[in-house]
């Protein structure tokens, strides 16, 4: 490595792997930080490799020709190509779970049988591979449910149905297009919350608590989505909480070593709080998501290659019994196009702007989707909600769509 500088390779795309990339291109000792595929952006911290998540040779001879110190595969598809076990078996240190391990947080039914059998507190479901079994478990459910599909293939994988037959079409939906797996569960009103951990398969650390926004519309309304927006540290989660979801945590990572699949790297666990310091565990997540992950890296104070070594070469527990945290608070919020081909105004300001992580980028400067996520960090949560809100108001094209929100309470 030229003068002793690390290189790094990011597996993924999207506004995660943007945010992940930019932090550690901060750390003095890195060289060059690399992203595949990336998100289309060219960026001046990072560069973008056009190499497939799941290309697993084209991945490895691009790490050993270019000299890579480290790779993180930061999203759920690279996570599913299990190139983790690829890495491990040649040699190449990778920070992150191997598919059997992160399969908890992959498929959802899965994980929701895995909540079930380590006695943690969740909403009453089920799994289903034939549609007539599921609708005759609906006749005895409690509405509104949410019915998900196992695996995410779609922005549209996921629906709160208060009615029966509202459940019975998308349930029609999901099975016409040949889904297995599918989970059905009774839905826990509440507010919605993650905590993540740093672990190494055997000790876990608690490092951010994230208060998650999920429904499109303000006022929780419209569609549920994996996130539209959220803020962190999360004032409404007590330490009593965060220690119970530890507890969740740790007997997770006990049955699974029990299986031979120890889980080392990032883990998430999507809560719903539904009182006083009592909660319902919803979900594992696998590593940090696009609308949270800037907001939880901004309040990070460690060296995270040092501690991503820790965890991978075995020594997490014995070096690190918490992660350094600033004071900051942090704000994010997902900007979505309701109109495919609209131009950005603005566009400019956009691009010199180190609080946008692009999820999708088009180089005609035009939007469709799921766009960017702006995210604003600052001494109090209300300060960092005024520069979020007053940098969306300087941003304008037709079909904008956020949610205005964002801690308003």
């Known amino acids: 490595m030229e003068n002793n500088k690390k290189n790094i390779l990011v597996i993924g795309k999207g506004a995660v792997a943007s945010s992940f990339a930019k932090k550690l291109a901060r750390l003095?000792?890195?060289?060059?930080?690399?992203?595949?595929?990336?998100?289309?952006?060219?960026?001046?911290?990072?560069?973008n490799v056009d190499i497939r998540e799941d290309d697993l040779t084209g991945l490895l001879k691009f790490a050993l020709e270019n000299d890579i110190y480290l790779t993180v595969p930061v999203t759920t598809e690279a996570l599913s190509s299990d190139i983790v076990s690829f890495f491990m078996d040649n040699d190449q240190n990778i920070f992150g779970p191997t598919k059997g391990a992160c399969n908890i947080a992959l498929n959802k039914a899965f994980g929701k049988k895995f909540l079930y059998k380590i006695h943690a507190q969740t909403s009453k479901f089920g799994t289903f591979d034939k549609q007539n079994i599921a609708q005759d478990w609906l006749k005895t459910a409690t509405f509104p449910v949410?019915?998900?599909?196992?695996?995410?293939?779609?922005?549209?994988?996921?629906?709160?149905?208060?009615?029966?037959?509202?459940?019975?079409?998308?349930?029609?939906?999901?099975?016409?297009?040949?889904?297995?797996?599918?989970?059905?569960?009774?839905?826990?009103?509440?507010?919605?919350?993650?905590?993540?951990?740093?672990?190494d398969g055997y000790s876990a650390v608690p490092f951010a608590t994230v208060g998650n926004y999920k429904f499109m519309e303000d006022g929780d309304g419209g569609l549920l989505t994996e996130g539209v927006g959220c803020y962190?540290?999360?004032?409404?989660?007590?330490?009593?909480?965060?220690?119970r979801v530890e507890n969740v945590v740790r007997n997770t990572l006990v049955s699974l070593d029990k299986k031979g699949e120890p889980y080392v790297g990032i883990l998430g666990v999507d809560c719903t709080l539904t009182g006083e310091d009592?909660?319902?565990?919803?979900?594992?997540?696998?590593?940090?998501?696009?609308?949270?992950?800037?907001?939880?890296l901004n309040s990070v104070d460690e060296n995270l290659i040092d501690v991503f070594m820790a965890c991978i070469q075995g020594l997490f527990a014995d070096e690190y019994d918490q992660i350094k945290l600033n004071d900051l608070h942090s704000i994010s919020a997902v900007v979505y196009a309701r109109q495919r081909g609209k131009t950005i105004e603005g566009v400019e300001f956009l691009n010199g702007n180190d609080n946008i992580d692009f999820v999708q980028y088009n180089k005609n400067k035009t939007v469709q989707g799921e766009n960017f996520v702006l995210t604003h960090f600052a001494s109090t949560l209300s300060r960092a909600k005024n520069r979020l809100y007053e940098d969306l108001s300087d941003i304008n094209f037709d079909g904008i769509k956020y949610r205005k929100d964002i801690c308003l309470n």
């Open 28 to 47: 003095d000792e890195i060289g060059k930080v690399y992203v595949a595929p990336g998100n289309g952006f060219d960026s001046e911290i990072y560069t």
């Open 146 to 199: 949410t019915i998900k599909s196992s695996e995410k293939s779609s922005q549209g994988d996921r629906l709160v149905c208060p009615t029966i037959s509202l459940a019975e079409q998308f349930l029609d939906n999901l099975f016409s297009r040949g889904e297995t797996g599918v989970l059905i569960e009774e839905f826990t009103y509440g507010h919605n919350f993650t905590v993540y951990f740093m672990t």
């Open 232 to 243: 962190s540290p999360d004032y409404k989660i007590s330490q009593v909480i965060v220690s």
């Open 278 to 296: 009592k909660f319902f565990v919803n979900e594992f997540k696998a590593f940090m998501q696009d609308f949270d992950s800037a907001a939880v």
